[in-house]
């Protein structure tokens, strides 16, 4: 057997699109989507699944070494809203997960490997607008705790043991095909779905919490692209500020209202509101620019319009 991929956390947002991104690249026996559940989702039947829980460290290696798996994308992580509501579960999973998919590198097992961190690393001491690359972190959640920290072991594994693990610090993620789960973001992806079916849209949100944003087409080129680049031109191994668009919520109703003049939105913000407001509006990607040539190509008005289209047509209302 050849040397294969595997994608942890594939049930989630982004592995779910991850993993057809890279099963078109790489052919779909190269590609092993792995997560918690028993089974393979329906949209990754295609396949192959393996069931894997990153905290069990006995089975995570035999995925690995017998599927001689070589690169991994390892994405299984609580988000900030639910790691809030469980801080020891959300430190384990995220840290503990982490340190365990890196030492099967370590062991020499994995050469290659992609981690997310988050704009979730920030904190209210750091500059909100054109966050810069390097400044102030100092997350308040604990997701960001370990993003952050996550980020530094991850250079470490880099510096120390040569690994060649490459990062970026993703914005809120926006997409039609799969569910975000647990993350101060997820609004601005239920916003769609409540405005086809219902026209009306109540979000936890305030109306000024302004945040960096992404579309999803863009959230999977930039891990292709920069896992695609030349070792030699990474010249961060923490991970990198990577920014699409900025809104806050008001902005994006407005964008919204454009194509749906009905679309009416209210605000009742929760404890997700205060997380949002400790984190940055926009985000200085310039590094992400010269290193490996980021540059989305959705801007907002192209990701609401695209992200109308489909939900319209998975729920059958035009
Ligand atoms: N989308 C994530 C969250 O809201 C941020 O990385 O938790």
């Known amino acids: 057997m050849k040397e294969a991929i595997l994608v942890i956390g594939a049930a989630g947002q982004i592995g779910s699109e991850l993993v057809h991104a890279l099963r078109e690249i790489h052919g779909n026996d190269k590609v092993i989507a792995s997560d918690v559940h028993e089974k393979a989702p329906e949209h990754l039947a295609y396949g192959p699944y393996e069931q894997t829980d990153v905290l069990d460290t006995k089975k995570l290696g035999e995925v690995v070494l017998g599927n001689k798996i070589t690169e991994v994308y ?9 790691a809030e509501k469980n801080p020891a579960l959300g430190w384990e999973l995220n840290m503990t997960g982490l340190s365990n998919v890196l030492d099967l590198a370590r062991e020499g097992h994995i050469k290659r490997m992609f981690w997310p961190s988050s704009i979730a690393v920030f904190g209210p001491n750091t500059p ?27 250079e470490y594994y880099h510096n120390r043991y040569g690994i060649d693990i490459r990062s970026v ?4 993620i926006i997409g039609h095909k799969s569910a975000p ?26 109306k000024e919490a302004a945040l960096p944003m992404m579309y999803m087409p863009d959230a999977t080129k930039a891990v292709l692209e920069l896992m695609a680049a030349p070792s030699e031109n990474i010249g961060l191994r923490t991970a990198y500020n990577i ?59 192209a990701m609401v319009a695209d992200m109308l289209k489909n939900i319209s047509e998975q729920t059958g209302v035009h």
């Open 169 to 172: 610090r993703y914005p809120g």
């Open 243 to 301: 920014s699409g668009f900025s809104f806050t919520p008001d902005v994006l109703a407005a964008a919204i209202q454009k194509h749906m003049p009905e679309f009416e939105i209210t605000y009742n913000p929760d404890y997700r509101d205060k997380i949002a407001k400790s984190w940055p509006s926009s985000l200085d990607d310039s590094a992400a620019r010269k290193d490996w040539g980021w540059k989305p190509d959705f801007d907002i008005d």
């Open 181 to 206: 789960g647990g993350g101060t973001t997820d609004y601005a992806v239920h916003i769609f779905h409540e405005a086809v079916r219902h026209g009306r849209y109540e979000c936890f949100l305030s």
């Open 128 to 154: 909100k607008i054109k966050t810069p690359q390097r400044t102030v972190c100092e997350p308040t959640t604990v997701y960001g705790i370990t993003k952050v920290a996550g980020e530094s072991w991850c």
């Open 74 to 82: 390892h994405l299984a992580a609580l988000l900030s809203a639910t």
